[in-house]
C-alpha cells in the first residue's frame, strides 16, 4: 500500500506541476513573442537564432516557475484529498500526516535538483550565451535598422534621419544626422545620398555619406560656427539592442561559473574592493532552490487541515506564501548590498525562517484533532453540503415553481448553461487576478525595494492595472470557460440527452455566443470609456507616485527631434511642459536634396498667447553659392504652426487614448512625417480585439467536443495552445505590417480572419 500511496501522489502532482509550469513561463514569456517576430520579419534575422534567445531565457524563466508551480499543485493536490475525505481514511488506515508527506517531500526534492541545474550551471552559461548570440544578430543584421521618415536612434548616440531607403536597405536618400557625444558641440550633417556598409568579420557597420555637408556650431558660444562640403563621408556607427524588454545582464556576476564566482569574490576582498554582490549571488545560487521545499513545509500542513475553499483557497495561499518569500529575500538581499547583513545570513534567513515555520506547522498536523471535535466538525461540514447543480435537478426543481414562472424546457436550459458558464467565468477572473498579481509582483518587487514608495502607492497600482490586465486576459478566461462547459456537458452526458430531446449543438451553443456577444460589446465600452482613464492613472501612479517622475504630459524630456514639414525639422535639447519652454533649439530649414536653407539657433523659446518667443539665438541663412549669411538676435518673435502641446503630446501612448483620439493622434504623426504603422495597428486593433470572445467561443466549443473524457488540465492545455496561436498569428501580422508587407488594417484583423475561419469549419463540421 505504502508504494501503491506514493506512485499516487506522484501522478497526482505532475499534472497541475507540468500546467503550472507552462502556464506561469507562458505568462512570463508571451511579451517576448511579438519583439523576437519582430526580429524575425522586420530585421530579418534568421529564425533559428531568434529561437535561440528565446532558449536562452527560458533558464532564467523557469528557476522562478518550477518552485511556485510546485508549491500550487502541493497546495491543489492536498486541498483535494483533504476535501475528499482521503486523509481521513489514510488515517484510518494508520497512514499518519507525516508518512503522507514523504512523497511529497521527495517530489520536492526533485524540483529542488531542477532548479539547482538552473541555478548553479545552467543560468550563467545562458546569459553568457544570450548576450552573445544578442551581439551577433546586432552586428549581422543592424543594416536593417534603418526606417525611411523616421528618426532612427539604435545607433548609440547618433540619431539618423533618412527620407527614403531602397529596398536592398543598402542605398539610401536624403539623410540627416546628428552627433550628440559631445553635449558642448552641436554637429550635424546632411547628405543628398548615403550607403551603409556591414562589416560582419570585424563587427563594424559604416554609413557612407555622398554629398553633404557638415554643419558645426558652438553650444555655449552661438557665433562659433563652421560649415564643411564634403563629396564622401564615412562614419562608424554603434548598434543598440533591438529587444529592449530582454533580460538584461546589469549584473556581472550573473554571468560568471559558480567556481569563477567564487574565486573573483575572493579576489576582490584580497583587494580590499566591494565583493558583496558576488557573494551574494554565490549563496543565493544555492539558497534559491530550496524554495521548493520550504514552500512544500508551509504549504503542505496548512492545505491538509482545510476542508473547504478547493482551488481558490490553494490559489490564494499560493499568492501569500509565494509573496511573503520574496518580499522578505528581496529585503534580505538589498540590506546584504548595502552591507548592513552578511550575505550568507541575508540570503539564508527566508529559507530558515519557513523552514521553522513548516516544521511547527508539520508538527502540528502530526497531532489528532479529539474525536468530539472531529465528530461535531463532520456533522456540521456535511449538514452544510449541497449537491452540485445538474441539468436534470435544475429541471425537476422547476415543477416546483409557481404558475408564473417560465415553464419552457429551452428557457430552462438557457438559464442552466448561463448559470454554469458564469460560474467558470467567475473562477477564471479570480484565477486571472491572482496570476497577475503573482507575476506583476514577481517583476517589480526588485524596483520596489529600490525605491521604496508607501503601500497606498502599491495597492493604487494594482487597483488601476488589475482592470486594464483582466480586459486583456478576458479572451483567455472566455475560452477555458466554454471548454469547461462543453467538457463538463459530454463528460455526463447531459449533451447527449439534450441532442436526444431534439436540441441540436447549435440551440444549445446559441445562448454561450451571445454572452460572447454580449461580453465583446461591454469590451467595447469599457475600451473607450473606463480603460484610457484607467490606463493612464496607472500610468501616473508608476511614473509620479512610484518613481517620483513628473506626469508625462509635464515631464521634462531631452534631445527631442520632430519633422512638421517637409522642409522643416526641430531639435530640442530640453523640453519643459510645466514652464511652457523649451532650451537649446535648433530650427532647419532644407530644400530637397537635403542641403540647408536656413538654420535658427535659440538658447530659450517661450510660449506665449501670441506665439513663440525666442531669446538668444542666431539665425543662418544658406546661399546657392555656399556662403552663410549670420543674423544675431537677443529676442524675437516668431509665427509658427507648431505650439507646446505639438511637442508635449508627441509621445503620448495609445494605451491611454479612445479611438478616436487614437486616430486624431495618428493623423498628427502623419503630417509630422513619423512612420505610424505600429499605431495604425494599435488603432484597427481597437475594433478588432473585442471580437475575439465571440470567436474563440467557436473554436472552443468543436475542440472540447473532439476529448469528450478530456479533464479540466486537458481543458487548460487546450485554451494555452489557442491562446498561444492567437498571439503568435497578431504578432506575426503586426511585424509584417511594420515591414510594410502587410496593410495595417489587415494585421489588425488577420489573427480573427484565421481563427474565425478555422473555428466556424470546425463547427459546422461537428455532430449537431
Same mark, same amino acid.
Given at each position: 500500500?505504502?508504494?501503491?500511496?506514493?506512485?499516487?501522489?506522484?501522478?497526482?502532482?505532475?499534472?497541475?506541476?507540468?500546467?503550472?509550469?507552462?502556464?506561469?513561463?507562458?505568462?512570463?514569456?508571451?511579451?517576448?513573442?511579438?519583439?523576437?517576430?519582430?526580429?524575425?520579419?522586420?530585421?530579418?534575422?534568421?529564425?533559428?537564432?531568434?529561437?535561440?534567445?528565446?532558449?536562452?531565457?527560458?533558464?532564467?524563466?523557469?528557476?522562478?516557475?518550477?518552485?511556485?508551480?510546485?508549491?500550487?499543485?502541493?497546495?491543489?493536490?492536498?486541498?483535494?484529498?483533504?476535501?475528499?475525505?482521503?486523509?481521513?481514511?489514510?488515517?484510518?488506515?494508520?497512514?499518519?500526516?507525516?508518512?503522507?508527506?514523504?512523497?511529497?517531500?521527495?517530489?520536492?526534492?526533485?524540483?529542488?535538483?531542477?532548479?539547482?541545474?538552473?541555478?548553479?550551471?545552467?543560468?550563467?552559461?545562458?546569459?553568457?550565451?544570450?548576450?552573445?548570440?544578442?551581439?551577433?544578430?546586432?552586428?549581422?543584421?543592424?543594416?536593417?535598422?534603418?526606417?525611411?521618415?523616421?528618426?532612427?536612434?539604435?545607433?548609440?548616440?547618433?540619431?539618423?534621419?533618412?527620407?527614403?531607403?531602397?529596398?536592398?536597405?543598402?542605398?539610401?536618400?536624403?539623410?540627416?544626422?546628428?552627433?550628440?557625444?559631445?553635449?558642448?558641440?552641436?554637429?550635424?550633417?546632411?547628405?543628398?545620398?548615403?550607403?551603409?556598409?556591414?562589416?560582419?568579420?570585424?563587427?563594424?557597420?559604416?554609413?557612407?555619406?555622398?554629398?553633404?555637408?557638415?554643419?558645426?556650431?558652438?553650444?555655449?558660444?552661438?557665433?562659433?560656427?563652421?560649415?564643411?562640403?564634403?563629396?564622401?563621408?564615412?562614419?562608424?556607427?554603434?548598434?543598440?539592442?533591438?529587444?529592449?524588454?530582454?533580460?538584461?545582464?546589469?549584473?556581472?556576476?550573473?554571468?560568471?561559473?559558480?567556481?569563477?564566482?567564487?574565486?573573483?569574490?575572493?579576489?576582490?576582498?584580497?583587494?580590499?574592493?566591494?565583493?558583496?554582490?558576488?557573494?551574494?549571488?554565490?549563496?543565493?545560487?544555492?539558497?534559491?532552490?530550496?524554495? *521548493? &521545499?520550504?514552500?512544500?513545509?508551509? =504549504?503542505?500542513? +496548512?492545505?491538509? $487541515?482545510? /476542508?473547504? !475553499?478547493? %482551488?481558490?483557497? @490553494?490559489?490564494?495561499?499560493?499568492?501569500?506564501?509565494?509573496?511573503?518569500?520574496?518580499?522578505?529575500?528581496?529585503?534580505?538581499?538589498?540590506?546584504?548590498?548595502?552591507?548592513?547583513?552578511?550575505?550568507?545570513?541575508?540570503?539564508?534567513?527566508?529559507?530558515?525562517?519557513?523552514?521553522?515555520?513548516?516544521?511547527?506547522?508539520?508538527?502540528?498536523? *502530526? &497531532?489528532?484533532?479529539?474525536?468530539? =471535535?472531529?465528530? +461535531?466538525?463532520? $456533522?456540521? /461540514?456535511? !449538514?452544510? %453540503?449541497?449537491? @452540485?447543480?445538474?441539468?436534470?435537478?435544475?429541471?425537476?426543481?422547476?415543477?416546483?415553481?409557481?404558475?408564473?414562472?417560465?415553464?419552457?424546457?429551452?428557457?430552462?436550459?438557457?438559464?442552466?448553461?448561463?448559470?454554469?458558464?458564469?460560474?467558470?467565468?467567475?473562477?477564471?477572473?479570480?484565477?486571472?487576478?491572482?496570476?497577475?498579481?503573482?507575476?506583476?509582483?514577481?517583476?517589480?518587487?526588485?524596483?520596489?525595494?529600490?525605491?521604496?514608495?508607501?503601500?497606498?502607492?502599491?495597492?493604487?497600482?494594482?487597483?488601476?492595472?488589475?482592470?486594464?490586465?483582466?480586459?486583456?486576459?478576458?479572451?483567455?478566461?472566455?475560452?477555458?470557460?466554454?471548454?469547461?462547459?462543453?467538457?463538463?456537458?459530454?463528460?455526463?452526458?447531459?449533451?447527449?440527452?439534450?441532442?436526444?430531446?431534439?436540441?441540436?449543438?447549435?440551440?444549445?451553443?446559441?445562448?454561450?455566443?451571445?454572452?460572447?456577444?454580449?461580453?465583446?460589446?461591454?469590451?467595447?465600452?469599457?475600451?473607450?470609456?473606463?480603460?484610457?482613464?484607467?490606463?493612464?492613472?496607472?500610468?501616473?501612479?508608476?511614473?509620479?507616485?512610484?518613481?517620483?517622475?513628473?506626469?508625462?504630459?509635464?515631464?521634462?524630456?531631452?534631445?527631442?527631434?520632430?519633422?512638421?514639414?517637409?522642409?522643416?525639422?526641430?531639435?530640442?535639447?530640453?523640453?519643459?511642459?510645466?514652464?511652457?519652454?523649451?532650451?537649446?533649439?535648433?530650427?532647419?530649414?532644407?530644400?530637397?536634396?537635403?542641403?540647408?536653407?536656413?538654420?535658427?539657433?535659440?538658447?530659450?523659446?517661450?510660449?506665449?498667447?501670441?506665439?513663440?518667443?525666442?531669446?538668444?539665438?542666431?539665425?543662418?541663412?544658406?546661399?546657392?553659392?555656399?556662403?552663410?549669411?549670420?543674423?544675431?538676435?537677443?529676442?524675437?518673435?516668431?509665427?509658427?504652426?507648431?505650439?507646446?502641446?505639438?511637442?508635449?503630446?508627441?509621445?503620448?501612448?495609445?494605451?491611454?487614448?479612445?479611438?478616436?483620439?487614437?486616430?486624431?493622434?495618428?493623423?498628427?504623426?502623419?503630417?509630422?512625417?513619423?512612420?505610424?504603422?505600429?499605431?495604425?495597428?494599435?488603432?484597427?486593433?481597437?475594433?478588432?480585439?473585442?471580437?475575439?470572445?465571440?470567436?474563440?467561443?467557436?473554436?472552443?466549443?468543436?475542440?472540447?467536443?473532439?476529448?469528450?473524457?478530456?479533464?479540466?488540465?486537458?481543458?487548460?492545455?487546450?485554451?494555452?495552445?489557442?491562446?498561444?496561436?492567437?498571439?503568435?498569428?497578431?504578432?506575426?501580422?503586426?511585424?509584417?505590417?511594420?515591414?510594410?508587407?502587410?496593410?495595417?488594417?489587415?494585421?489588425?484583423?488577420?489573427?480573427?480572419?484565421?481563427?474565425?475561419?478555422?473555428?466556424?469549419?470546425?463547427?459546422?463540421?461537428?455532430?449537431?
Amino acid at each position: 500500500m505504502i508504494r501503491l500511496l506514493d506512485r499516487y501522489v506522484f501522478r497526482e502532482l505532475t499534472a497541475p506541476f507540468l500546467l503550472g509550469v507552462g502556464l506561469f513561463t507562458f505568462f512570463l514569456t508571451i511579451d517576448r513573442i511579438y519583439q523576437l517576430t519582430d526580429l524575425v520579419v522586420t530585421k530579418g534575422v534568421p529564425f533559428h537564432l531568434v529561437l535561440q534567445l528565446l532558449l536562452y531565457m527560458l533558464p532564467s524563466f523557469l528557476a522562478h516557475t518550477l518552485p511556485i508551480a510546485f508549491l500550487v499543485a502541493v497546495l491543489l493536490v492536498t486541498g483535494r484529498m483533504a476535501y475528499d475525505l482521503e486523509v481521513v481514511a489514510l488515517k484510518a488506515s494508520g497512514v499518519s500526516p507525516l508518512r503522507l508527506f514523504m512523497p511529497f517531500l521527495a517530489a520536492g526534492l526533485v524540483v529542488t535538483a531542477l532548479t539547482a541545474v538552473l541555478t548553479l550551471a545552467l543560468n550563467p552559461w545562458a546569459n553568457t550565451a544570450f548576450q552573445r548570440q544578442l551581439f551577433t544578430i546586432l552586428q549581422a543584421r543592424a543594416s536593417t535598422g534603418i526606417k525611411d521618415r523616421v528618426f532612427n536612434t539604435a545607433f548609440g548616440q547618433f540619431v539618423i534621419y533618412v527620407e527614403e531607403v531602397s529596398a536592398s536597405q543598402v542605398g539610401l536618400r536624403g539623410l540627416l544626422v546628428a552627433d550628440e557625444r559631445d553635449p558642448k558641440l552641436s554637429r550635424l550633417i546632411s547628405a543628398r545620398q548615403g550607403r551603409l556598409f556591414t562589416d560582419q568579420e570585424n563587427r563594424r557597420i559604416t554609413l557612407r555619406l555622398i554629398d553633404g555637408a557638415i554643419h558645426e556650431s558652438d553650444v555655449g558660444d552661438p557665433a562659433r560656427y563652421r560649415h564643411t562640403t564634403f563629396a564622401l563621408y564615412d562614419m562608424n556607427l554603434s548598434v543598440e539592442s533591438p529587444l529592449k524588454s530582454a533580460p538584461r545582464i546589469d549584473k556581472p556576476e550573473k554571468d560568471l561559473g559558480l567556481f569563477e564566482l567564487l574565486y573573483t569574490a575572493r579576489d576582490l576582498a584580497g583587494q580590499g574592493q566591494i565583493a558583496t554582490p558576488h557573494f551574494t549571488e554565490f549563496h543565493k545560487r544555492f539558497a534559491f532552490p530550496l524554495a *521548493a &521545499v520550504v514552500f512544500l513545509m508551509v =504549504g503542505f500542513p +496548512l492545505e491538509i $487541515r482545510a /476542508r473547504r !475553499g478547493g %482551488r481558490s483557497l @490553494a490559489l490564494v495561499g499560493s499568492l501569500v506564501i509565494v509573496v511573503t518569500y520574496y518580499l522578505l529575500l528581496t529585503t534580505l538581499e538589498d540590506l546584504a548590498l548595502a552591507r548592513r547583513l552578511r550575505p550568507a545570513v541575508a540570503i539564508w534567513i527566508p529559507n530558515v525562517l519557513f523552514g521553522v515555520v513548516g516544521l511547527v506547522l508539520l508538527r502540528a498536523s *502530526a &497531532v489528532q484533532v479529539p474525536r468530539e =471535535g472531529a465528530s +461535531l466538525f463532520r $456533522r456540521l /461540514r456535511l !449538514g452544510r %453540503r449541497r449537491p @452540485a447543480p445538474t441539468l436534470g435537478r435544475s429541471v425537476r426543481r422547476s415543477r416546483a415553481r409557481p404558475f408564473w414562472a417560465p415553464r419552457d424546457s429551452s428557457y430552462l436550459v438557457d438559464r442552466y448553461l448561463l448559470r454554469e458558464f458564469l460560474t467558470y467565468l467567475g473562477y477564471g477572473v479570480g484565477v486571472g487576478a491572482v496570476l497577475f498579481i503573482v507575476v506583476d509582483l514577481l517583476r517589480s518587487l526588485d524596483r520596489y525595494f529600490r525605491v521604496k514608495p508607501p503601500l497606498l502607492y502599491i495597492l493604487e497600482h494594482f487597483v488601476y492595472r488589475l482592470p486594464a490586465a483582466l480586459y486583456e486576459g478576458l479572451p483567455l478566461i472566455v475560452l477555458v470557460s466554454t471548454v469547461f462547459l462543453f467538457l463538463a456537458l459530454s463528460r455526463q452526458h447531459e449533451l447527449t440527452a439534450l441532442k436526444a430531446a431534439g436540441v441540436s449543438l447549435y440551440r444549445v451553443s446559441s445562448p454561450i455566443v451571445l454572452l460572447a456577444f454580449a461580453l465583446s460589446a461591454g469590451s467595447v465600452i469599457f475600451q473607450e470609456t473606463l480603460l484610457p482613464g484607467l490606463n493612464a492613472m496607472g500610468e501616473e501612479v508608476d511614473r509620479v507616485k512610484i518613481r517620483g517622475q513628473l506626469p508625462r504630459h509635464l515631464q521634462r524630456r531631452t534631445q527631442i527631434w520632430y519633422r512638421s514639414s517637409d522642409a522643416r525639422f526641430y531639435r530640442i535639447e530640453l523640453l519643459d511642459p510645466a514652464g511652457q519652454q523649451m532650451d537649446g533649439v535648433t530650427i532647419l530649414e532644407i530644400d530637397p536634396n537635403f542641403r540647408f536653407l536656413g538654420r535658427l539657433d535659440a538658447a530659450r523659446a517661450h510660449w506665449t498667447r501670441h506665439g513663440w518667443e525666442f531669446e538668444r539665438g542666431m539665425f543662418r541663412e544658406f546661399t546657392p553659392e555656399g556662403s552663410v549669411e549670420a543674423v544675431p538676435f537677443t529676442l524675437t518673435s516668431l509665427e509658427l504652426e507648431e505650439s507646446i502641446e505639438t511637442f508635449t503630446q508627441s509621445q503620448q501612448p495609445p494605451e491611454t487614448m479612445s479611438f478616436r483620439d487614437l486616430r486624431d493622434y495618428v493623423n498628427k504623426l502623419r503630417e509630422s512625417g513619423h512612420q505610424v504603422e505600429k499605431y495604425l495597428v494599435q488603432l484597427y486593433s481597437k475594433l478588432s480585439f473585442p471580437l475575439i470572445h465571440v470567436i474563440l467561443v467557436f473554436v472552443a466549443i468543436p475542440l472540447a467536443l473532439q476529448w469528450p473524457q478530456g479533464g479540466r488540465v486537458l481543458g487548460i492545455a487546450l485554451a494555452i495552445v489557442l491562446a498561444l496561436g492567437y498571439w503568435v498569428v497578431t504578432s506575426l501580422a503586426q511585424s509584417f505590417a511594420k515591414a510594410d508587407l502587410l496593410p495595417p488594417l489587415l494585421a489588425a484583423w488577420t489573427a480573427n480572419i484565421v481563427f474565425a475561419g478555422v473555428g466556424v469549419s470546425l463547427f459546422l463540421r461537428t455532430r449537431t
